[in-house]
T-cell receptor, first 111, second 115 residues
Framework: GESVGLHLPTLSVQEGDNSIINCAYS??????FIWYKQESGKGPQFIIDIRSNMDKRQGQRVTVLLNKTVKHLSLQIAATQPGDSAVYFCAENYNTDKLIFGTGTRLQVFP | GAGVSQSPRYKVTKRGQDVALRCDPI?????LYWYRQALGQGPEFLTYFNYEAQQDKSGLPNDRFSAERPEGSISTLTIQRTEQRDSAMYRC?????????????FGPGTRLTVT
């Protein structure tokens, strides 16, 4: 399959450790945010979302934190597994129907 | 159930030719989106539809690009007189409804190469 993110920022973690991926978004009026995971040769896959009236949301092994003061979003992955290796994108929406994607981060998980 | 499908998965065409890229959204999804994704970057919005109506085409690069969704289901993105700079991955996504704050499901994409 094709390679996504040849020169992206990379986070390398050991299997079992927790991962934190950060994202700075652009528009203070954005009211909805999504994290996507993209594996090589595949389309982006939804992980978790959060609305602007929240500052934290938890899913299965994942937590998203939203800091509207500094326009910062983070994705925390607990007990990172080899299958978590991928490129991760945050996306924002501000009262429109189109998502604006940020720069991706490549997560590499080592055994 | 079936996800978003796109065809062809790979398309190689010569400069100046027209190409048509097809997207088949998840059944029943109201909204359909087209994005373009360059290597190393996130998807970039092109246009979207609610049912058969094109709601926003502000992301289409120029008038060589057009899209339609005549029956509110399958959509076609057409690029006329292709240029090398059009080479990219074209992705389609659909969501159950519009309004922005709903998950968009992405298809596998069509890799377009213009030689």
């Amino acid at each position: 399959g094709e390679s996504v993110g040849l020169h992206l920022p990379t986070l390398s973690v050991q299997e079992g450790d927790n991962s934190i991926i950060n994202c700075a978004y652009s528009n203070s009026a954005s009211d909805y945010f999504i994290w996507y995971k993209q594996e090589s040769g595949k389309g982006p896959q939804f992980i978790i979302d959060i609305r602007s009236n929240m500052d934290k949301r938890q899913g299965q092994r994942v937590t998203v934190l939203l800091n509207k003061t500094v326009k910062h979003l983070s994705l925390q992955i607990a007990a990172t597994q080899p299958g978590d290796s991928a490129v991760y994108f945050c996306a924002e929406n501000y009262n429109t129907d189109k998502l604006i994607f940020g720069t991706g981060t490549r997560l590499q998980v080592f055994p | 159930g079936a996800g978003v499908s796109q065809s062809p998965r790979y398309k190689v065409t010569k400069r100046g030719q027209d190409v048509a890229l097809r997207c088949d959204p998840i059944s029943g999804h109201v909204s359909l989106y087209w994005y373009r994704q360059a290597l190393g970057q996130g998807p970039e919005f092109l246009t979207y539809f609610n049912y058969e109506a094109q709601q926003d085409k502000s992301g289409l690069p120029n008038d060589r690009f057009s899209a339609e969704r005549p029956e509110g289901s399958i959509s076609t993105l057409t690029i006329q007189r292709t240029e090398q700079r059009d080479s990219a991955m074209y992705r389609c996504a659909s969501s159950v409804t519009s309004g922005g704050a709903y998950e968009q499901y992405f298809g596998p994409g069509t890799r377009l190469t213009v030689t």
